[in-house]
């Protein structure tokens, strides 16, 4: 999940969306938008929104996702959806939604629901030969779609998606340790500056529509290469969110990486290079909003599961300290300088 910006959510059952979402209540959904199950039921890893494995009577399995109340329109995920479809009728490997009484998107009660083919596939290992090669091919191959039109729906890179909001969030919030809140308030606040700087150098980039949230936990590897899922933060942003995920170590091994990468990439799309700029902002960004994402939905028992670390002032005080370490690496030459 690429926590962008944190959504502001109503008290009780607006925190709490999936109190009622029982194994039976799943089940009834997949009988009522006519997939037949067979009572085999598997929670997948999702915190956003709740997705299972559900088993089917002659027929393979799917994934049913609930989305979250509030967070998207539904014109909003019906234009997930068709980006998906469009990268899939182009053979490009992702998971597209399935058309069920004639729709991708049903409604349940108070809840939206979306059935995928269930993909098989291994966690991708980028250390192997050719694999990062591959990586950047297919990721070259959805940018190439991706530039054909803009969303119309979908959310822009912009100010508040970088960080702004998810630092009001959390000054907001009752998380921040009262020792470690004025240390934080300065770094972000330093940290927000150096952000816009770099994207005022870099401008101006063009926006298109990308996965936006690529990590590895939504590439699952096959003999065949890459498999791209969970489409849910697909936004209009620069090529570049979709690549820096991948870059990782030192100068040196990012440098490597990043020409693996290319070598597939640019057989099928183009990068400007001022993006290369905005690797270290986007990382800043992610490390403001993911914070503020989990404060934000502390009210969902799955997150105080997932994070109970969020709780301890020792994290607090630690992350502060990564924020500093990360306003330095943004004072640094890009990788641009080392290609």
Excluded at 47 to 59: K, Q, S, T
Aim: charged residues 25%.
């Amino acid at each position: 999940m690429n926590h962008t910006e944190p959504t502001r959510t109503a008290p009780d059952d607006a925190e709490r969306p999936f109190a009622a979402l029982t194994p039976d209540a799943v089940l009834h959904a997949a009988e009522r938008i006519g997939l037949e199950p067979d009572g085999r039921l598997f929670a997948l890893n999702s915190y956003e929104n709740r997705v299972y494995r559900v088993g089917r009577h002659d027929a393979d399995a799917v994934v049913l996702k609930f989305y979250r109340a509030g967070r998207w329109s539904d014109a909003q995920i019906l234009e997930e959806h068709a980006f998906a479809t469009e990268l899939a009728a182009q053979e490009i490997p992702v998971a597209a939604p399935l058309v069920l009484h004639g729709t991708t998107l049903n409604v349940q009660g108070e809840l939206r629901v979306a059935a995928f083919p269930m993909r098989s596939g291994a966690a991708p290992e980028l250390d192997r030969p050719e694999a990062r090669e591959l990586l950047g091919r297919t990721l070259g191959r959805i940018h190439s779609v991706g530039a054909v039109r803009p969303f119309r729906l979908r959310p822009t890179q912009s100010g508040a998606r970088l960080g702004a909001a998810a630092r009001t969030a959390l000054l907001r919030s009752q998380f921040l340790p009262e020792h470690v809140q004025p240390r934080y308030e300065q770094v972000s606040g330093e940290l927000l500056l150096a952000i816009e700087s770099a994207f005022a150098a870099a401008a101006p980039i063009a926006h298109i529509r990308v996965h936006g949230d690529c990590h590895l936990g939504n590439i699952l590897w096959t003999p065949q290469g890459p498999v791209f899922v969970d489409l849910d933060d697909c936004m209009n942003a620069p090529r570049i969110q979709d690549l820096w995920m991948f870059l990782s170590g030192n100068a040196d091994e990012q440098r490597r990486q990043w020409l693996d990468l290319m070598e597939g990439y640019l057989r099928f799309s183009n990068l400007d290079l001022r993006e290369l700029g905005l690797i270290e902002p986007l990382r800043a960004a992610r490390m403001l909003n993911h914070a503020a994402w989990v404060a934000e939905r502390w009210r969902d028992p799955a997150f105080p599961r997932a994070f109970p670390w969020m709780g301890e002032a020792r994290f607090w005080e630690q992350y502060t300290n990564d924020l500093a370490e990360q306003c330095t690496l943004l004072a640094e030459p890009p990788l641009s300088s080392l290609c």
